[in-house]
Structures are given as C-alpha cells and as structure tokens.
C-alpha cells in the first residue's frame, strides 16, 4: 500500500508553509468521494457517534465501532492518509490496553495513524503507542469525549491558566512522538502561539487561520447534521434540501407511477410469460 499523503507530508506541508486538508468520513461512498476531490487526509472520527449514529455526544462510541467504519473509508480511499479515533475509554486504562486498541485499529481497521484526546496526562499512552509504531496525532482544546468535565460544548483557553496549560500540553504531545496536533475551539490568537510552539503541524477545528491545516466534520461542511451548529463551522452546500427534495420527488413519483419507467424494467420474452398466465 502506497499512500500520496503520509505522516511525512504533515511534517514537510508545515516545513513549506502549505497548509493541510482534512475532513471526516465514516463510510465508503463518501470517503471515495473525498479522496478523488484531492483531499489529503480522512480522518474517522468518533463524531460518528452523533453525525452517524445519533447520539448526543461521542461518549457512546465503541472500538469496533471504529474498526467497523474505518475499515469501510479504507475500501473507499487511494491516496488521502487515513487517520482513526481512539474512542472514550479506548486508552484511558492502561498502557497496555491503550497498544491493543491502537493496533486494532491499524490492523483491524486498516487506517494508517490513530489520533486520541488530551495533552500532559495522555503521554505515557503516546509514547507507548509509538513505540508500537504506530503514529499518533493529538487533539486539545474542546475534547469532546471530555463533555461532562467542560460542563458543555464550550471554547476552551481563554483564561491565562487553561492556555498556559493548552501550550504545555501541544509541547508534551510533541515530546512524546505525535506527528500533528487537533485545536479544537480555542481562541484564534493562542492557537497562533501553539501553532509556533511546535514543530509538528496544528490542525484547526474552530482555532483560526494560523493552523497549519484544517479539519471539518464533511456532514457539518454539506449541511446533512442540524442537531448542532458551532460558530466556526462554514457550510459549503446545503445537502440535507437536495436530499429532501430528491426524496419528495421520488415519492410523488411513486403515488403517481411516473417512477419507474420503461428504461428501469427488466423484460421477458413472450412465450415464456404465455406460459405464467
Ligand atoms: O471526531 C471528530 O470528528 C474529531 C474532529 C472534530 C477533529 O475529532
């Protein structure tokens, strides 16, 4: 398997100042979809939780869970690098636990570098993962699987304490082996300072312009999820009308038996069909 964009294009796009492409995706259609518009990296991420299973937040989501849907994007991509969430509680009981279901996800679920949420008090699991040889990219800010503790969906580092700890945190990642580092709704001008900080590259999800990539959620991005709509996402079409229009028409169509048509039938030849009456 050769991929066009690996852990090396993350570390050489930050090098050449370009910035980087990343968007989500749970399933083969639309995975094959990103991957021939030339986006580099797919990540599947636990908001599959709420996007494709819908739950109110990722806490319900499972490592087969994860397996089941990478294993479905891999089917569907050539060249992006395939990035797998490490699920709510996937790493947060052991070291060893934490190599178990990294590696699944990477044998199992055929992504090539899994990411997972947290700074200081993820290391160990990083670095063991690591060692594993499996990449790791962190994620700070609003971590989602961390909803109860932020009481909310709600920016995070805009006190000096919590930044100061964002900035530590990006450098214990960096430290410990990640190979790019998720901002998650922070302010614009901290993710700017972390972003500097590093030399791995930041991916922004509601953290500004000065990542050195972004990252959306595509159902998010093509307006197919209404549930939530955060300030920092744009949606860039509106498919839940398309769909719903599509779907009114094909049930119009039914009632009235326009669909289907003589071109969407089978035939039969008549003397078998003399023989059925
Ligand atoms: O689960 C996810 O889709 C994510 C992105 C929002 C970064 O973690």
Redo the contacts with the bound molecule.
């Keep these: 398997m050769s991929k066009n964009f690996t852990v090396t294009s993350f570390l050489n796009a930050k090098g050449k100042k370009e910035k980087i492409t990343m968007l989500?995706a749970y399933d083969y259609s639309m995975a094959k979809i990103l991957d021939e518009s030339g986006i580099e990296s797919i990540?599947v991420?636990?908001?599959?939780g709420m996007v494709v299973q819908g739950y109110n937040s990722?806490l319900e989501v499972t490592v087969d869970d994860m397996i089941y849907h990478c294993r479905a994007v891999a089917r569907g991509v050539k060249n992006a690098m395939i990035i797998g969430?490490m699920p709510f509680l996937s790493y947060h009981i052991s070291v060893e636990e934490s190599i178990r279901n990294a590696g699944r996800i990477i044998q199992e679920g055929k992504a090539q570098a899994v990411?997972l949420?947290g700074g200081i008090e993820v290391v160990d699991k990083v670095k063991a993962i690591r060692a594993a040889q499996i990449p790791v990219m962190g994620?700070i800010g609003l971590t989602?699987q961390s909803v109860n503790v932020f009481g909310g969906f709600k920016v995070q580092g805009r006190h000096v304490e919590q930044a100061q700890k964002l900035i530590e945190d990006a450098k214990a990642l960096e430290t410990a082996g990640v190979f790019a580092i998720?901002l998650?709704a922070i302010p614009e001008n901290l993710a700017k300072i972390i972003t500097e900080s590093v030399n791995v590259p930041t991916?922004g999800?509601g953290a500004g312009k000065y990542c050195d990539g972004q990252?959306l959620?595509t159902n998010d991005l093509l307006g197919m999820y209404s549930d939530l709509s955060p300030k920092f996402v744009k949606q860039y079409a509106n498919l839940s009308e398309v769909i719903k229009e599509a779907v009114k028409q094909y049930a119009n169509e039914v009632k009235s038996v326009e669909f289907p048509e003589a071109k969407h039938a089978f035939s039969i030849e008549d003397s078998v069909l003399s023989k059925l009456y």
């Design positions: 989500t990540l991420g636990d908001s599959l990722t969430d990411k949420e994620h989602p998720v998650e991916i999800i990252v959620v």
